[in-house]
């Protein structure tokens, strides 16, 4: 399959997706903003320990911190329906975009309680549409990641 | 280097100069990042070269590292740089976390 990311010569970047594509990736950020202004322990991965050793430090540092990453989160997850109807976007765009399509799926592998080891699936499995959407969010990111890393020194 | 001639002389430690906090501040603080089985390995590699700037092949090693031993020591450095990085890194979804170097 080819990427749908395609560095051009003028060093935009193309986007090539097929609609109801599109219209999933529009509607997801929306979720993800909804859903983090809540407190689902699904968004723990997202919000995560900084002093793992240290109670008193963490809390100081979540009463300055968490706040921040959450506007940038939220700021982040707005552009990101832009990003999904849009057929040339800039490389940092692309870079904003790939950080909100993992974000998705650092929320629906906590979900899924997704381990390295592989799963047992039998064909009624109940999380078999949410392991679909995960595996395509995961193609997604690898994709973005590979012309994302042409800009970087090697 | 301390020169021979003069007496080696041992300090006499209370307990509360072992715990004591200017000692403390000269220890540097470390950043982890730790395995987890969600972040593709591709893109644990991109956030290192683009977080720390290290080149392609050193953030592929150090990805390796906390794939294979579970974790790896990103950084090590004053309190202030180590909780920036900490913060970049969980802005891009890695599993970061700091703590005084022992």
């Not at chain 2, 540097?28 to 395995?35: I, K, S």
């Not at chain 2, 090590?76 to 180590?82: T, V």
């Amino acid at each position: 399959v080819a990427n749908p990311f395609r560095l051009t010569s003028n060093g935009t970047v193309k986007v090539t997706l097929a609609k109801w594509k599109r219209d999933l990736l529009a509607e997801l950020p929306q979720q993800l903003r909804d859903l983090m202004s809540t407190d689902d322990p699904s968004l723990r991965r997202l919000f995560p320990v900084a002093y793992h050793d240290d109670d008193e430090r963490e809390a100081e540092y979540q009463r300055y911190m968490r706040e921040e990453l959450l506007m940038s989160r939220m700021a982040a997850a707005e552009r990101a329906t832009v990003f999904a109807t849009a057929t040339s976007i800039t490389v940092d765009d692309l870079g904003a975009w790939v950080n909100v399509l993992n974000s998705l799926r650092l929320v629906l592998g906590t979900r899924l309680e997704v381990s390295e080891d592989d799963i047992a699936l039998e064909p009624d499995d109940d999380r078999i549409p949410g392991l679909q959407l995960y595996s395509f969010l995961g193609y997604l990111v690898d994709c973005g990641v590979r012309v994302l890393s042409r800009g970087l020194p090697d | 280097m301390q020169n021979q001639w003069v007496p080696v002389v041992t300090p006499i430690r209370s307990p509360e100069s072992a715990t004591d906090t200017s000692l403390d501040l000269d220890r540097p603080w470390v950043v982890l990042v730790w395995n987890d089985p969600i972040n593709l390995m591709s893109y644990v590699t991109m956030v290192f070269q683009k977080v720390f700037g290290f080149s392609k092949a050193k953030a592929h090693s150090l990805m390796l590292d906390v794939h294979e031993k579970g974790r790896a020591t990103v950084f090590s450095g004053p309190r202030e740089k180590a909780e920036m990085y900490v913060f970049r890194l969980h802005e891009h979804g890695l599993w970061a976390t700091m703590q005084q170097d022992d």
